[in-house]
């Protein structure tokens, strides 16, 4: 058995008078490996033993015998540190590899809750700008890290689908519309118009009158008026999902702003009940002030509704359907004053569950070619740069392995998972300057450096050859297939472990289920990105003094299956980040 938990609540148990259990459900994992691998906070005895929780760790520490799998035991302040052996810790792995493979390293922390992400949520009938990028890339990592997590995951796309701009595009295509240009190429099309309604309105702005009566028309039903609005919606999203699609990205709704349209009047009518909507010239608005907040606009005096009313009306709609424990918003920092105030008022109705609600922000992304604004027209496309990246991947790829049989698909998860890998790496809090030469560059911290030192390891072990299947059930058979017992099996083969490059692969390697849960907990893919270079690098260094396929049989053995860990490992955590990782690249 290689239960380091229930080995240290066995050995502890007795001695602080808790039950086996009761010991493993206290241990902590110290955020430093530093540290052992376990601690066990001496503060929850002191009450019971009347003694200061430093005394109690260092008088146990005294008592604690190195065992099979513990190698010693230290106190430090009021913790005590364990320390596994490290064959034991490699053997460890191994079988967690060997049982869970492409779930190795998730957890179950969030068995039976649901968490909501609301991500990307671009505008229809304004392209899928690079802006759109952070949300869906942040988003989709998030929604796969909580899911790693054991979470049920909601992940939901507010399409920007309502709203006066649909006014401006539906007198635009009325005016200088074209019907075979726009099933031609809907979303730059329309893009198109869009642009150009707002040159001939800085010229003759009564068009502004118009687009506003037009939306107005289109909040009354008018048939002509909706049938267009459908038509652009249809025609955007089926561009979305395709982009999506490609980038290996799903949603479970797409539920969007005009989705809560018929609902918006209750809305309107608690707020009211509640004594939260006051009027102001004809329009409603929530005094927020009080509460240090500005005061918000809930309806307009043409009784038209807001951003905000759709969004409070979308929070109570999303917690009736799904109960949810936590709902997510990862929408850039420039709305975050949009977010207190929707948190604020939810919380005013009284819904106990907006303390619940959190706005994940991200900073701003930035190519060389300034801030794109969609007015202006000065748009980069997400598509475009996508294209791009997968054709840069392309000529490096075709100069560094020109034999590789199949190109497109390396260059597809190389061009993608550099963009992904770019904007994820960041603290998402700050701005991304994009740059292309180092979001692909081989060695730096980049997705192609994880990528590439899995597509290493993958043709090592098929160098391995018939004698190493990669399958560690296999595998563990054929080193020895006298042995009953995996585990003593396992930790025999740890034995053969002895080079500095090989144990801190196997701590970093250790590492990996809480570096999952710390990258939850502070909604951070950032913090997995790092660890995921931190592991191909110390793979790197291993390679470079530990040769694997010519080493002795023993190590050989011990080297395979420990580069096998490391496979699964980058392997799922790139997934983990919405990247792929090819065999071979
Ligand atoms: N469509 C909005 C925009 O592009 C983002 C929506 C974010 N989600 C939300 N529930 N407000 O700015």
Same mark, same amino acid.
């Given at each position: 058995m290689l239960n380091f938990k229930n080995e240290i609540g066995t050995v502890l148990g007795p001695l602080v008078e808790m039950s086996a259990g009761e010991v493993e459900s206290y241990l902590e994992i110290p955020p430093d490996p530093e540290m052992g691998e376990y601690a066990f906070p001496c503060f929850v005895l002191s009450r019971r033993m009347k003694k200061a929780p430093q005394e109690i760790a260092s008088s146990l520490a005294l008592q604690i015998e190195p065992g099979l799998l513990l190698e010693k035991t230290i106190n430090s302040g009021p913790y005590l540190n364990f320390y596994v052996r490290r064959p034991a810790l490699a053997a460890g792995i191994f079988s967690q590899v060997l049982e869970k493979?492409?779930?190795?390293?998730?957890?179950?922390? /969030? #068995?039976?809750q649901t968490v909501l992400i609301d991500y990307s949520a671009p505008n229809i009938a304004k392209p899928f700008g690079v802006g759109h990028l952070r949300s869906t890339v942040i988003g989709n990592s998030l929604s796969r890290i909580y899911r790693a997590l054991g979470y049920r995951v909601v992940g939901i796309?507010?399409?920007?689908?309502?709203?006066?701009q649909f006014g401006k595009l539906i007198v635009a295509f009325q005016r200088w519309g074209e019907q075979s240009l726009l099933e031609r190429d809907p979303v730059h099309y329309l893009f198109q118009l869009y642009v150009r309604f707002h040159k001939e309105a800085d010229d003759n702005p009564e068009l502004d009158d118009e687009a506003r009566q037009k939306f107005r028309e289109l909040e009354k039903g008018n048939k002509d008026a909706l049938a267009l609005w459908e038509r652009f919606r249809t025609l955007s999203l089926d561009e979305f999902q395709r982009i999506y699609n490609f980038m290996g990205i799903s949603f479970d709704?797409?539920? /969007? #702003?005009?989705?809560?349209n018929d609902m918006l009047e209750k809305t309107i009518k608690l707020a009211q009940e509640k004594g939260l909507a006051k009027e102001s010239e004809g329009a409603l608005v929530a005094d927020l002030e009080p509460y240090g907040l500005p005061s918000c606009l809930l309806?307009?005096?043409?009784?038209a509704a807001l951003y905000i009313t759709r969004d409070l009306t979308a929070a109570i709609y999303r917690y009736e359907t799904y109960r949810f424990s936590k709902l997510f918003y990862v929408v850039g920092s420039e709305q975050t004053l949009h977010f207190k105030q929707l948190f604020k008022i939810l919380e005013l109705l009284g819904?106990?569950?907006?303390?619940d609600c959190v706005h994940v922000p991200f900073g701003l992304i930035r190519f060389k070619e300034g801030r794109m604004s969609t007015r202006e027209g000065n748009v980069i496309f997400l598509e475009d740069v996508l294209d791009r990246s997968i054709k840069l991947a392309r000529s490096i790829i075709q100069e560094k392995n020109?034999?590789?049989?199949?190109k497109e698909n390396a260059s597809q998860a190389v061009g993608l998972g550099a963009v992904i890998f770019g904007d994820l790496v960041?603290?998402?809090i700050k701005d991304v300057e994009f740059d292309w030469d180092s979001v692909l560059d081989?060695?730096?911290?980049t997705a192609p450096y994880i990528q590439y030192a899995h597509a290493r390891i993958c043709s090592i072990l098929r160098r391995a050859g018939a004698n190493f299947s990669g399958d560690l059930k296999t595998d563990l058979h054929f080193f020895n297939?006298?042995?009953?017992d995996e585990s003593a099996e396992l930790r025999k083969i740890g034995e053969a472990f002895n080079a500095p490059e090989e144990e801190q692969l196997i701590i970093t390697m250790s590492r990996f289920s809480e570096q999952i849960r710390r990258a939850g907990e502070e909604l951070k893919p950032s913090i997995l990105a790092h660890y995921l270079v931190n592991l191909a690098r110390d793979f790197n260094k291993f390679y470079h003094t530990c040769p694997v396929l010519t080493a002795d049989e023993k190590s050989k053995t011990a080297r395979l299956l420990l580069i096998q860990g490391v496979r699964t490992v980058l392997c799922n955590g790139l997934k983990l980040l919405g990247i792929a990782a090819p065999r071979e690249m």
């Open positions: 493979e492409q779930n190795y390293g998730f957890l179950s922390d /969030g #068995e039976g796309n507010h399409l920007g689908d309502w709203g006066t709704s797409y539920l /969007g #702003e005009s989705y809560y309806q307009k005096k043409d009784g819904f106990p569950w907006a303390k020109p034999d590789l049989e199949n960041n603290d998402r081989f060695s730096g911290e297939s006298s042995s009953a």
